[in-house]
């Protein structure tokens, strides 16, 4: 059980730190919270309060509550002091040292590690003094979670700046007060995302892969301490913090990409790759009044199946099935024509692509494993923790 000190600024995600405190609580953290000023346009400490049997303060001068528990006190007493959500504004005052409330006064006392989770408008995300204050606040030490990319509050507008999934930000929370290192000194490969297949310079043949399963086992990797190379068909999301992107377009690009990265200890192979390439035309395809161009497709190497039979074979070779009916026996079929060690197998038939859930099924040459309904980054985590566990026998 840890303190963790809950910083709320004024943005329209304010009403998700609710979710986070219940989450905190759930795991027996002690959740006592500030909230900014504009913060309480958003929530009111009443329901933050209700929801964390702890002290909720808003006002560096509040003399009573000073005298209860003066804020230097609450900052240094804290395990970790986490800011959800984090606005532009905040990331401002706090990378130019401002104390000026009590928000940025507890943020300036404390000793503790701090992590900021912000969400903001992709404008304001993207703009050069945010960027400058975010470097910052880096290089202080400072960590991050999110901002995830997506849709925004207001309406039409997508971009990265949403918060990120309080799932993330609690992994996010127990790594930095209990980082696992399990994989320290292991090289670990992942691919992820689709796969672009050209059919002349300006088309190609793509799939709905998002990339989000593949970066968050990239992202959970890491943060057991790998040193991980990600190669990544062309996707929107962002490199997932301390990783090496590989960026491909291709699934020959991809093989290509994989092999050049061995040796590894470890490959999970999570991109949706492609079965077929075009034959594709060097220029431009013209429309004529002969009708549609026919499309030569051709097979495209077998990343899978390469990797498991290559000479410098990791030691675990993880794959992925996306099957739409019968998924644990095509899955079985395909872990012994692959000759990969374990396969994760989900039923896409309900929509997964894109989705920030999945459920799979771990199959190995002796088991099946049925993991419940999990986030993306849950499944991540939990497949490292398997991952980790069989290195470690
Ligand atoms: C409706 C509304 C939504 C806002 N949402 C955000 C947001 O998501 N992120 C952000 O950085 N600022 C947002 N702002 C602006 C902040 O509320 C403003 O910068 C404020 O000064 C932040 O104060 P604080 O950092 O002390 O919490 C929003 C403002 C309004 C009126």
Not at 99 to 109: E, G, K, N, Q, Y
Request: hydrophobic residues 50%.
């Amino acid at each position: 059980m840890a303190r963790i000190l809950l910083v709320i600024c004024g943005g329209i995600a304010a009403y998700k730190a609710l979710e986070l405190i219940r989450r905190l609580r759930e795991k027996g953290h002690e959740v006592p919270a500030i909230l900014t000023e504009a913060a309480t346009r958003f929530v009111t400490p009443l329901s933050v309060g209700a929801l964390s049997n702890a002290p909720v303060l808003t006002d560096l001068f509040d003399l009573d509550r000073e005298r209860e528990i003066g804020h230097i006190r609450l900052a240094r007493a804290a395990d970790i002091v986490v800011v959800a959500p984090a606005t532009a504004d905040i990331m401002a005052r706090m990378a130019t040292g401002r104390a000026d409330d009590l928000a940025t006064a507890a943020l300036l006392a404390t000793g503790a590690p701090i992590l900021l989770a912000p969400a903001m408008n992709p404008h304001m995300w993207a703009h050069p003094a945010t960027a400058r204050n975010v470097a910052r606040l880096v290089a202080d030490g400072v960590r991050l979670v999110g901002p995830e990319a997506g849709e925004m509050a207001e309406r039409g507008e997508a971009g990265i700046g949403r918060l990120a999934e309080p799932a993330a930000i609690l992994a996010a929370i127990e790594d930095i007060l209990a980082p696992d290192r399990r994989l320290e000194g292991r090289h670990v490969v992942v691919t992820s995302g689709p796969t672009h297949e050209a059919i002349d310079p300006v088309r190609y043949i793509a799939n709905r892969s998002s990339g989000k399963q593949g970066h968050a086992i990239a992202a959970a990797a890491a943060r057991a301490g790998a040193r991980v190379t990600l190669v990544s068909g062309p996707v929107t999301i962002p490199t997932p913090p301390g990783v090496t992107l590989r960026a491909v377009e291709s699934a020959r690009d991809m093989l290509a990409a994989v092999e050049a990265a061995l040796p590894a200890d470890i490959a999970v192979m999570a991109a949706a790759v492609a079965d077929w390439h075009v034959e594709a035309a060097a220029q431009k395809l013209k429309k004529t009044a002969s009708g549609p161009p026919a499309l030569t497709l051709s097979e495209n190497p077998d990343i899978l199946a390469t990797i498991s039979r290559s000479a410098s074979r990791p030691r675990l070779v993880v794959g992925f099935a996306a099957e739409t009916e019968n998924v644990i026996a095509h899955a079985r079929a395909k872990l012994a024509r692959k000759g990969c060690d374990w396969i994760l197998a989900n039923d896409v038939s309900a929509g997964v692509f894109g989705e920030a859930e999945n459920t799979v099924h771990l199959i190995t040459a002796d088991r099946v494993e049925d993991w419940p309904r999990l986030s993306k980054e849950d499944v991540g985590a939990r497949l490292v923790n398997r991952i980790a566990e069989t290195l470690a026998d």
